[in-house]
């Protein structure tokens, strides 16, 4: 048994704990980029510390998803005014596109030169800027991941700017930001947070670290992801979600993913349609399929027995079987309602390519078991 674990410099978590950002802030620093989102409440506060600690900063902020053009002029404008500390405030996409901003700030060959899939795949090579993230939704984890996922509309792709750098020097979790997410939002995210702890659970490359890490966030999601959902207030049901999608985050960072991220990266190109409701609605149907094809190509494979432990988690029945679990998801998925692939669009004449792209995708290759491309099919046909 051999394994590496590795992520933020340092992990802040609690209800309040954004009044620490002060602490966090070095006063020899000339200048931060805020990277942010919208709508949430957090942005003038954060302004108001940083106004208050007389640090002179910048804002870039993020409309949607990020693209690999939108971190490429993040990074100019980081670099035009001197900034060397970037703080990333918001969900997912904002974080996402704050880790790249800070790295492709300091790594200046074209950006096709280190992305996955589309580019050159090449490492880093210089330190990224100092990267202080403070997530706003409860879903990506990407506080404490590695990697920054992009669009790149010219190929129809979400692919990663990857890099062990390029892990935050800070998350800074507090569960309070979550309190005004609208209860689609809240769903959506949390379900990606759930998928997340599932999917790294049973991977090809989990480890006795991050089993444990996924054992107790799934309980954490499985307890309150409903409870918030329903009463968006509930501090306690905030606080588990946030600590789910935390450990999301650190389990997906140190183990690997599945399908369910495999088919969202390029789903995601493809439609646009936002990550956590994609994984939200696969989630369940590739739990379906996985667990179809280890019963019947590899009945003694480990993660048969994960499966069974994961519905004996989210159900609190000992005695629960690993269909009991897949129902369980696929209940939950009903009752959150989130919406079908057709939502976005999607036809069955784009299976095809959604399938070929999901079997390159680097997140696809982390599933327990290779599916071929008639169950990647029948996924897709029940998710439309």
């Not at 795949?121 to 991941?145: F, H, M, N």
């Not at 329903?230 to 999608?245: F, K, V, Y």
Request: with cysteine.
């Amino acid at each position: 048994m051999s394994f590496e674990f590795a992520t933020a410099s340092r992990i802040i978590f609690g209800a309040g704990k954004l009044n620490e950002l002060k602490d966090q802030l070095n006063g020899s620093m000339k200048r931060v980029l805020l990277v942010r989102g919208n709508s949430s409440d957090a942005i003038p506060r954060v302004r108001e510390i940083l106004s208050a600690q007389k640090i002179p900063f910048e804002e870039f902020a993020l409309h949607g998803e990020p693209t690999v053009d939108l971190a490429c002029e993040g990074a100019d404008l980081a670099l035009k005014h001197g900034c060397d500390l970037v703080i990333g405030l918001g969900g997912g996409s904002v974080l996402d596109a704050g880790k790249a901003i800070a790295a492709l700030a300091t790594n200046r060959k074209d950006v096709f030169d280190y992305l996955e899939v589309i580019g050159k795949g090449q490492p880093l090579t210089e330190k990224p800027l100092r990267y202080i993230a403070i997530p706003t939704t409860a879903g990506t984890g990407s506080e404490v991941t590695r990697n920054a996922v992009l669009e790149s509309p010219a190929h129809g792709l979400k692919v990663s700017l990857r890099s062990p750098m390029m892990l935050p020097s800070v998350a800074l979790v507090d569960p309070e930001l979550t309190t005004s997410l609208p209860p689609e939002i809240t769903a959506s995210s949390g379900l990606d947070a759930l998928t997340q702890l599932i999917e790294p659970f049973v991977s090809i490359k989990a480890n006795p670290m991050t089993d444990a890490i996924c054992r107790e966030g799934i309980l954490f999601a499985a307890r309150s992801l409903r409870k918030v959902y329903e009463d968006g207030m509930n501090t306690s049901a905030r606080e588990d979600m946030a600590l789910a999608s935390l450990f999301g985050g650190l389990a997906l960072a140190n183990a690997a993913l599945g399908a369910v991220h495999g088919f969202a990266g390029p789903l995601g190109g493809m439609l646009h349609a936002p990550h956590g409701a994609l994984c939200a609605k696969l989630l369940p149907l590739v739990m379906e399929a996985n667990l179809k094809a280890l019963q019947e190509r590899q009945p003694e494979h480990v993660s048969l027995k994960k499966y069974t432990e994961i519905a004996q988690i989210v159900t609190e029945n000992k005695n629960a079987s690993a269909q009991d679990g897949v129902d369980w998801v696929h209940k939950l998925v009903r009752e959150l309602n989130i919406p079908s692939l057709s939502t976005y669009r999607m036809s069955e004449a784009q299976f095809p390519e959604a399938v070929q792209k999901t079997l390159n995708a680097g997140s696809y290759k982390g599933n327990p078991i290779p599916l071929n491309k008639e169950e990647l099919i029948s996924i897709l046909q029940k998710a439309l």
